[in-house]
């Protein structure tokens, strides 16, 4: 029985135009352009504004991107999983929704919520209904409008976040490329510190949740930064160590855009110098499930054939995890 693996043979992304500015924060909270630098290395976020948007929006935007870009039609499509914080709604899933939108029909979809690691997972699962030889066309969501759940009163949360999605086809292959090992993992009891206190069904929301300001995002930020830190370093050099990879060997590392302290944590402790990090964080923020998808956009013209590339991610739940992969194609092409 031929083996195959699952390969990303195309991406594409999107952001909305609106830019918020950290002068334009500066009016809004008590901040500064140099307090938000500082800690964070953010300097703008896009954010989605008009009546009735939403994450599909986003999502659609990437997906429709995506399959003109690869020259493949919304009938071939297997699956479409969307990872997302930020669902248009509790039901039905934001990824039946994007495939309404961009007209797929003879697929199945569905929503994972691994918060910020989401994409990554969302990646590992694609890549496993390909390599059980099932499906030959998955496309991968990640997509979030973080300014829904972002508390602009808040200084401490409301200069992360940022809008932002991008997609990703996986394809079988045969060749000595595409994703090749995976590591993830979750401690449950890291809820505490980042979390979304109502909304749920433990806390459904009511006049009391909505006042107390309850559905915005909840977040004890030196807890979360010493977790995400450690984790997302360990695992990064744990999936090297398992594949025999040194610092000469890796190409690129793709690390979720949080904070610009915790990429280059990681990228110290796997030894790589700083022009083989893609980081944008400055121009878009934390966009949650858009961070890697987004960098693979932008770097696609420079990723080359049988590059070596680690993506690597935190987030709340906890969650975190890495995937290495041989790039399957020349992006310049």
Known sequence: MTQFRAAITGIHAWAPDYLLTNKELETMVDTTDEWIMTRTGIKERHILKGEGKGTSDIGTEAVKGLLKKTGTSPDEVDLLICATVTPDMQFPATANIISDKVGIKNAFSYDLNAACSGFIYALETGAKF????????????????????????????????????????????????????????????????????????????????????????????????????????????????????????????????ANMRIIEATARRMGLDKEKVMINIERYGNTTNGTIPMCLHEWEHRLKKGDNVVLAAFGGGFTWGAVYLKWAYDGSK
Not at 133 to 154: P, R
């Open 130 to 257: 390909i390599q059980s030889g099932a499906y030959k066309k998955v496309v991968v969501v990640g997509a979030d409008k973080m300014s829904s759940i972002v508390d602009y009163t808040d200084r401490t949360t409301c200069i992360i976040f940022g809008d932002a999605g991008g997609a990703v086809l996986l394809e079988p292959t045969t060749e000595d490329v595409g994703i090749m090992d995976t590591k993830m993992g979750t401690d449950g009891s890291g809820r505490v510190h980042l979390h979304q206190k109502a909304g749920g069904s433990v806390k459904p929301a009511s006049h009391e949740t909505v006042d107390a300001r309850e559905h915005y995002i909840y977040q004890e930020g030196q807890a979360v930064f010493k977790f995400a830190v450690t984790n997302m370093a360990d695992v990064s050099v744990d999936i090297m160590k398992r594949n025999n990879l040194t610092s000469d060997d890796i190409a690129w590392l793709v690390p979720h855009q």
